[in-house]
């Protein structure tokens, strides 16, 4: 059976020309690593002046249908029929909060929503945790204003965030105390400090009635250097690390910090803490900016720090402007 998936237009408006090849990286890369390989012949197409991506599937399982609704890039998804017709079909989400907890948020520096999610989603794939329909427990080690907690929130995962830019931290604290009162959910906030670092504790309910069965999400967002997670957390607490790393050159509204070390130098010494907050059978994805990082040093350095690098069947390099080529890297620490 062939089946068509419709490119959402926020993605093409992002990325541009970008977005299909993006969409195809993401479905081949969920196709090798929780499909089975079951997915074949995924190629671009137009329909109508519109962008698809078009694959093979011998069976739309549960598994697949949940997967194939949550990707990045999905707006609709169909089955091709051999005359050419169109079939929908319907989504099953994993969203479960309002969508606008991603998208409200308007500042510089912002990680694009679309892409963050596309990297939460390459990074679970890969992870051993794929198949598992728990609350996961999310890392951002460099977290911004939330823009990975807020996408691993919507899905009913727990978020951590750990952020150096003071700024970051109170901005996001005070807009996710006010969305969660804005959206009139259940929730218990709790502002205070760990090993002298400002942090803000959010526990929320979906409905009310899973607030009042003690079935919560948890957010934790803490004001520190990204180096202090060893000291903050317990080691292993995390399943996945999902995360944006400094671009390495002056970027909206992070002068500081954020261009102040180099990326090479950042991640060379953080990698080994974070591969310490990681769960065996988890995986951490990083998003980097390729001028000024090259992908086979960055590849090395996550190996010295005991991870493997998963090899994807399609890039997912794609330009942002003319200082920044971005692409994304994953690896597992296996559980053995
Ligand atoms: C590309 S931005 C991430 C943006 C974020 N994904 C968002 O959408 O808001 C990288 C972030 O890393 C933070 N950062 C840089 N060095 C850090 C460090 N040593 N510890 C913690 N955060 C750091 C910067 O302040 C910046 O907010």
Redesign the pocket.
Known sequence: MRYALLVSPSSNRVYAQSAPALAAAELLAVGQRVLGGALANVEQATFGSVDYVTFDLAELSELARGWLSNLAATFALFGLEEDGRLLPLTLDRWDQLPSDLITI?K?S?????AF?KLLLNVTLAASAFATERRPLSVL?????????LNQALSYGFHATG????KK?FEA?ALFIQRWVKDHRLKHNAVQGSVKGNPKLDLELGVTKERFKAGDTLRLTYVS?????IAQVFQPRSFDLIV?????GVQ??A?S???T??KPQE?LQT?LPVWRGALRPGGAIGI?WNQLVLRRTELARMLQEAGLEVCEFPQTFEHRVDSSIARDLIVARLTSR
């Open positions: 948020q500042y520096g912002k990680t694009n929503e963050t951002d080690p460099l977290c911004g204003r939330g823009t990975t750990v952020e150096v830019d970051d996001y520190a250097d990204t180096h202090a995360t944006d790393a400094p671009y970027h909206g992070h500081g910090p954020d102040a070390r950042l953080a998003a």
